[in-house]
């Protein structure tokens, strides 16, 4: 098995792990949310003294998180067309599903390629974020 691959442009993760591992001709990407490397700050989040969330704008946390996982695929030596699998966690399935399926379709405008796609809602995630991916891809081109 091949080590773990990090991207010198998506976010540093917030645990212990790499933002990707290559297996056979597969690409695994640990979830990926919107924040920006080198900064704790969340496109799109507004928080009060205690970090708590009070406002949030879905839009722009999807631009960031599809950018994010471009870095991810691009340092591992595959592309945004090789997705192959997408798991998405959203923090708010009533609010933020229509806007969020909206904005996948642009990135995904051809049915014939689109990735297989399994939405769920969670309680929370590891920072306050309100979208995260888990991707697998192919490699090459």
Request: glycine share 6%; with cysteine.
């Amino acid at each position: 098995m091949n080590a773990g691959i990090n991207s010198n442009q998506a976010p540093e993760p917030v645990g212990s792990y790499p933002h990707a591992r290559k297996v056979g001709n597969l690409l695994f990407l640990s979830g990926v949310g919107p924040r920006k490397r080198g900064s704790k700050e969340i496109p799109g989040v507004t928080l009060d003294e205690n970090r708590n969330v009070i406002a949030y704008n879905i839009e722009e946390q999807c631009h960031s998180v599809f950018q994010n996982v471009k870095f991810v695929l691009e340092a591992s030596g595959s592309r945004w067309e090789n997705l192959v699998d997408v798991t998405v966690y959203l923090t708010n399935m009533k609010n933020d599903f229509a806007t969020f399926n909206k904005i996948y379709a642009q990135y995904f405008p051809n049915p014939e390629t689109q990735p297989c796609r399994t939405t769920v809602e969670i309680n929370a995630l590891p920072t306050p974020i309100a979208i995260e991916l888990k991707c697998i891809a192919i490699l090459g081109s």
